[in-house]
C-alpha cells in the first residue's frame, strides 16, 4: 500500500512510535532532528532516539551517544555517551566501536 503525502509518513511513525516500535522512534527521531516533515525539535529528537536506545535497538544506541557527546539539546556528557557507544558496540555496532576507540584515545 502506497503511502500519501509526508505528513502520512509522520503520522504512522508517530502512531508506531508510541506503540514502542523503535525503529520508528528512531526514525521519528531523525525527523524531528532535521526538521523533516515536522518542525525542527533537538529535545524531541533526544527524547525519541533515548526511547529507541532503551528498547535496545544498537544504531539507536549509538546515535543517542552520539547526540550526548555532541551536546544535542543540552550540555554534552562524554561518560553517558560512552557508555551507550559500550551498549551499542556490545551488540556488534562497529561505528560504536570506533567512537569508544576514539574516546579512549589521548589527545
Partial sequence: MPLGDDADKVRLLQADAEQGEARAQRHLANRYL???GVPEDAARAVYWMGQAAEAGLPAAQRSYGEF???GVA???DPD???QWYRRAA???DRIARQHLQRLADPE
Avoid: F, P, S, Y
Fill in 34 to 36: 532535521r526538521g523533516k
Fill in 80 to 82: 553517558q555517551a560512552r
Fill in 90 to 92: 556490545e551488540r556488534g
Fill in 74 to 76: 543540552g550540555a554534552a
Fill in 68 to 70: 550526548l557527546e555532541q
